[in-house]
Nanobody, 126 residues
Framework: QVQLVESGGGLVQAGGSLRVSCVAS????????MGWFRQAPGKEREFAAG????????YYADSVKGRFTISRDNAKNTVYLQMNSLNAGDTAVYYC???????????????????WGQGTQVTVSS
């Protein structure tokens, strides 16, 4: 069983930046495809960004493209989401998720993932 723990959320002003992190337990992190999702109150969980197991390929939702950057450090079992130019529409609980297997390609559906973290709140004040 893999445990994912997010951190780094908080309150930030519109136009500001924030980096959230997700640390995974276990020794197989480097074989997982990792994704970041977010869920705002009253809305469904939506895909924000994904990164292949090797880190060579990254994928973004149109709503965050050009503002968010996903990266990973397999030596630290950690995936990051750097968020710039934040706006009120980015306010949500941010979840990291892991998909077993050395997958590539866009993995935007929550049902494709095997493990989830507990989430970290990001609030953008306008």
């Amino acid at each position: 069983q893999v445990q994912l723990v997010e951190s780094g959320g908080g309150l930030v002003q519109a136009g500001g930046s924030l980096r959230v992190s997700c640390v995974a337990s276990g020794r197989t992190f480097s074989t997982y495809y990792m994704g970041w999702f977010r869920q705002a109150p009253g809305k469904e969980r939506e895909f924000a960004a994904g990164i292949s197991w090797s880190g060579e390929s990254t994928y973004y939702a149109d709503s965050v493209k050009g503002r968010f950057t996903i990266s990973r450090d397999n030596a630290k079992n950690t995936v990051y989401l750097q968020m710039n130019s934040l706006n009120a529409g980015d306010t949500a609980v941010y979840y990291c998720a892991a998909k077993r297997g050395r997958n590539n390609g866009l993995r935007a559906s929550p049902s494709e993932y095997d493990y989830w973290g507990q989430g970290t709140q990001v609030t953008v004040s306008s």
